[in-house]
């Protein structure tokens, strides 16, 4: 059974910093593209990041571009988003999914070609 599971998240004052961690099991990190996504209250999922398998190639949403950075431990089975210069903006549930999908952006940046969701982990920015 695949497990996608989230951690890291908290509250942190605007201009803070966190780290997301998601370990995967029953699934081998190394063979999907994982991307992060969120989801602040009464607004539609959003795109954040996605890495590829070897963690070569990233995309980021334009809100957090500059700001957050996606990697991957492959030998631990985890996937990572440090969040820097954090904004109330980025107040939201935050979702690791992963995809057998190709590495075209299109695809790699649109929730419904996810095949594996995580629970969520919540990160609230105090102004």
């Known amino acids: 059974q695949v497990q996608l599971v989230e951690s890291g998240g908290g509250l942190v004052q605007a201009g803070g910093s966190v780290r997301l961690s998601c370990a995967a099991s029953?699934?081998?990190?190394?063979?999907?593209?994982m991307g992060w996504f969120r989801q602040a209250p009464g607004k539609e999922r959003e795109f954040v990041a996605v890495?590829?398998?070897?963690?070569?190639?990233?995309y980021y949403g334009d809100s957090v571009k500059g700001r957050f950075t996606i990697s991957r431990n492959n030998a631990k089975n985890t996937v990572y988003l440090q969040m820097n210069s954090l904004k109330p903006e980025d107040t939201a549930l935050y979702y690791c999914?992963?995809?057998?999908?190709?590495?075209?952006?299109?695809?790699?940046?649109?929730?419904?070609?996810?095949?594996?969701w995580g629970q969520g982990t919540q990160v609230t920015v105090s102004s």
């Open positions: 999914a992963a995809t057998s999908a190709p590495w075209v952006r299109v695809q790699v940046t649109t929730g419904r070609e996810y095949d594996y």
């Open positions: 029953g699934l081998t990190v190394g063979s999907y593209v």
């Open positions: 890495i590829s398998w070897s963690g070569g190639s990233t």
